[in-house]
């Protein structure tokens, strides 16, 4: 049933009972998206390249996919705040999370070198991350909406004056050339995944620590966040995010993504939880799910 | 000395004791930083037009422009987090703060019809904002960096066919005409301004309410955010907002940013501020500043 279940084949961190899995990602093959899948789950998963965040939840939603993997924050960048939108808007849980340390390299044709580049391509947030090399650089610079992408397309048409930032992955995958490795300014880069689904779980190692993601909005009182804070912090649980996101149709009242290093399906959880309900207006439980770790290509 | 002190002129909700005073804003003239400019000063301001906030952060941090003027959050999209972080990163006061209500309309060349536009051009949270409207109309969406810029482009360029998605000001500034007004979907749209100053400040009525804003990190142990916040809730001082934001090189640490409902160079807060600074391993008090008001063209 499911693709690395043998002993002979590479151990990853995930299993799907799933026959034959689909996942839907943000950009093509070779993005980072698709890196995490593969790292997660090893060989055998279909991949729905789609353009948009919005697709890629509608895909979960739908059916079309059984699983969805989702960028949520970067660690230099921060949140990427319609993500929790879309996870508010969507009935899907989150089902695993995962880190993948990010590395952006200059990407061009085999045979290119550095003197025949005329424009660099990639999405805004490679761009802005390795912008001390490209300022050294001094060429033109141009947004794209993917990274991998964009090795793609300048693969695809034979621009050998164009170079991509992009993934090792995507070099490899496309048959391109890594010009330059590695030319991000902070190493410090990674990202953070989750990995969604409406109705599928998956199979991890026994010994992992959990995470619990509450969507909420507090009581319309002085102190509300406070209270609900201090709460989480006499319990002893330890809260690794906050995020605020605006209500719609109210302006400047906030709903709260708020995240806690807890196993929440555990009954001894029970009480805690009626507790947070009681200094809530509103409360969702997005999921309590297992971190499945550093990833590294 | 000032451009708006006769009592024949209307009045506007700040005043510069500044010669010539020079505001720099992000996009060109009829953009929401620009209406705000206008709304805030009067006439009688010399306007940088910029291309990107870090320009106009720089600006003002270099003497270019006496203040600075940058939307810090929408009501609809939520905060703009590459603004704290040039907020962070430059030595500006925070000197007042201003809302203005959001209004999109369709615009193109006088004369131009429905039928008759291809291409509809703006600023992706614009295109997001009238989605609704759009997928209506069913033509072919452009992301443009600037609202009034598109106006401007297409006014100068004489695209005939090319609609802009903007304010009523661009429309009069440009000479252009609006073909559908109020194309937003949500009229609860509101965008917070905050004005910027490095030495100057301004004077406004002596009534109104204040705002302080704080840059922190809590102290490395559980329970430190909570332990602040219930400090602030225990003073019966509102919080309207916080937004965390990621440490450069420190992974899944965070920065936090706290607008407070309270007036801090009062020396009577001296002990509070006293107080916050034990529970914090940085703190740095970026304004306290008056709330200027909705504004409305």
Redesign the interface.
């Known amino acids: 049933m499911s693709s690395n279940t043998s002993d002979d084949e590479p151990k990853y961190p995930c299993r799907t009972s799933v026959d034959s899995p689909i996942v839907s990602i943000q950009g093509v093959k070779g993005s980072f998206h698709h890196i995490t899948g593969e790292l997660l789950f090893g060989p055998g998963i279909t991949y729905l390249e789609r353009d948009t965040f919005d697709q890629v939840f509608d895909d979960c939603a739908s059916g079309r996919a059984q699983y969805a993997l989702v960028a949520i ?7 990427l ?1 319609q993500n929790y939108d879309l996870l508010a808007k969507n009935d899907l849980h989150i089902i695993g999370e995962a880190l993948l340390r990010i590395e952006h390299h200059l990407i061009a044709h085999p045979g290119a070198s550095l003197d025949s580049i005329k424009q660099v391509w990639s999405h805004p947030m490679a761009i802005n991350q390795s912008q001390a090399f490209l300022d050294q650089l001094g060429i033109e610079v141009i947004e794209k909406r993917d990274t991998a992408g964009a090795v793609k397309y300048i693969k695809d048409e034979g621009l050998k004056d164009m170079a991509a930032i992009a993934s090792d992955r995507s070099a490899e995958l496309y048959g391109m050339n890594i010009l330059r490795p590695n030319i991000e300014t ?1 190493p ?1 880069n ?1 990202t953070r995944f989750l990995l969604m689904s409406r109705h599928q779980s998956i199979e991890t190692a026994e010994d992992l620590s959990y995470k619990t993601t509450l969507h909420l909005s507090v009581l319309e009182e ?2 509300s ?3 609900l ?2 709460l ?3 319990k ?1 649980i ?9 209500q ?5 009242q ?1 709903d709260f993504f708020i995240d806690l290093q807890v196993r929440i399906d555990d009954p001894d959880n029970d009480a805690f939880i009626d507790e947070i309900r009681e200094r809530t207006l509103f409360l969702e439980i997005l999921g309590s799910y297992p971190c499945l770790g550093y990833l590294k290509t």
């Not at 924050?73 to 949140?79: L, P």
């Open positions: 924050e970067n660690s230099i960048a921060g949140s705040l902070d410090h990674y002085p102190g966040l406070a209270k804070l201090q989480i912090a006499d002893e330890n809260m690794t995010m906050i995020e605020s996101r605006p719609l149709g109210k302006p400047w906030y």
